[in-house]
Nanobody, 127 residues
Framework: QVQLVESGGGLVQAGGSLRLSCAAS????????VGWFRQAPEKDRDFVGC????????HYADSMKGRFTISRDNAKNTVYLQMNSLIPEDTAVYYC????????????????????WGQGTQVTVSS
């Protein structure tokens, strides 16, 4: 079983950047695909992007393509979400999640396919 802890959230002005981290413990992290999701106030949790267990493949929600990049360092048991050109609509709690799988496909868009979740980190983008 893997435990996940997000960090790196905060307050940033529109147009700025943030890098979130998702640190894992308690499992063989390189065996897990990882997804990022976000939840704005009074809204459903939405898919942001996902990355394969070796970092060689990734998918993104359309609104994040070109602005957000997911990477991972399995030696550090950490996945990163680099967010650039932030806009106020990006304000949300950001969550990472892990799924024990060797295959990255369309399943990674759906939060129900992830067994392990972090507690979330708040990102606030001011206009």
């Amino acid at each position: 079983q893997v435990q996940l802890v997000e960090s790196g959230g905060g307050l940033v002005q529109a147009g700025g950047s943030l890098r979130l981290s998702c640190a894992a413990s308690g499992g063989t992290f390189s065996s897990y695909a990882v997804g990022w999701f976000r939840q704005a106030p009074e809204k459903d949790r939405d898919f942001v992007g996902c990355i394969s267990r070796n970092g060689g493949n990734s998918h993104y929600a359309d609104s994040m393509k070109g602005r957000f990049t997911i990477s991972r360092d399995n030696a550090k048991n950490t996945v990163y979400l680099q967010m650039n050109s932030l806009i106020p609509e990006d304000t949300a709690v950001y969550y990472c999640a892990a799924a024990y799988t060797s295959y990255l496909g369309n399943w990674c868009y759906r939060e129900r396919n992830y067994a392990y979740w972090g507690q979330g980190t708040q990102v606030t983008v001011s206009s």
